[in-house]
């Protein structure tokens, strides 16, 4: 994939989110903000992805399903960061947050490259913005307004194959204001367990209509 081919689209270029580094704070700033949003030091397994981060002003943590918001990634391939804005392995959001990092993608190569062509050089480690560089394969909360002119990119013809594909029940609800759940639900990975989880909930619903109508 030619750069040239991606940089032939202007459009696109002033569209997409900021880039590593001004949405990764740096080692100083994060010790103000760990005591302001209590952000999680560096991840070391799954199991240190228990729970996302808490703090004033931080949406709840719900995905796009509308249940309880689950692990993207605790530890980004062995680093001991932990991905999402507030680096607890979740795809939280909050007013510090303004790319929006809601949406937990599994990268791929073509989205990398397409990624580093348009300005942000993911793939690139910033050791001092507490961020280990995304590799294809890694599991990572991407900006929402990425994810969905990335979306637009790959309708528009600009490139095939550059969507990267999603975790449902990983992506924070607030990515519903950038993109549809029919459009989320064409590219995840977990389609089957998020429309299994769908259903039970319309079970509940009707269910509880039924029990109050009675």
């Given at each position: 994939?030619?750069?040239?081919?991606?940089?032939?689209?202007?459009?696109?270029?002033?569209?997409?989110?900021?880039?590593?580094?001004?949405?990764?704070?740096?080692?100083?700033?994060?010790?103000?903000?760990?005591?302001?949003?209590?952000?999680?030091?560096?991840?070391?397994?799954?199991?240190?992805?228990?729970?996302?981060?808490?703090?004033?002003?931080?949406?709840?943590?719900?995905?796009?399903?509308?249940?309880?918001?689950?692990?993207?990634?605790?530890?980004?391939h062995g680093s001991g960061i932990g991905t999402g804005f507030y680096r607890d392995g979740h795809?939280?959001?909050?007013?510090?947050?303004?790319?929006?990092?809601?949406?937990?993608?599994?990268?791929?190569?073509?989205?990398?490259?397409?990624?580093?062509?348009?300005?942000?050089?993911?793939?690139?480690?910033?050791?001092?913005?507490?961020?280990?560089?995304?590799?294809?394969?890694?599991?990572?909360?991407?900006?929402?307004?990425?994810?969905?002119?990335?979306?637009?990119?790959?309708?528009?013809?600009?490139?095939?194959?550059?969507?990267?594909?999603?975790?449902?029940?990983?992506?924070?609800?607030?990515?519903?204001?950038?993109?549809?759940?029919?459009?989320?639900?064409?590219?995840?990975?977990?389609?089957?367990?998020?429309?299994?989880?769908?259903?039970?909930?319309?079970?509940?619903?009707?269910?509880?209509?039924?029990?109050?109508?009675?």
């Amino acid at each position: 994939l030619a750069a040239s081919m991606f940089l032939s689209a202007p459009m696109l270029l002033h569209a997409f989110c900021l880039s590593p580094l001004s949405f990764h704070p740096p080692l100083d700033r994060r010790a103000a903000l760990q005591s302001t949003f209590r952000i999680a030091p560096r991840l070391r397994g799954v199991e240190a992805c228990a729970k996302p981060v808490e703090g004033d002003g931080i949406a709840p943590a719900r995905n796009v399903l509308g249940t309880e918001l689950q692990c993207c990634c605790a530890d980004v391939h062995g680093s001991g960061i932990g991905t999402g804005f507030y680096r607890d392995g979740h795809c939280s959001t909050g007013p510090q947050d303004q790319g929006r990092h809601t949406v937990c993608v599994e990268a791929t190569e073509r989205f990398l490259r397409f990624s580093a062509a348009v300005g942000n050089p993911l793939h690139i480690p910033m050791p001092e913005y507490n961020f280990p560089g995304v590799r294809s394969g890694d599991r990572w909360c991407l900006c929402a307004s990425r994810w969905a002119q990335t979306l637009q990119a790959q309708e528009a013809g600009v490139a095939d194959d550059i969507v990267p594909k999603i975790y449902l029940r990983a992506t924070h609800e607030k990515t519903l204001q950038h993109a549809s759940l029919q459009q989320l639900m064409a590219h995840a990975i977990d389609a089957d367990e998020a429309q299994a989880e769908l259903d039970r909930l319309d079970e509940m619903r009707l269910a509880l209509e039924k029990a109050l109508g009675s």
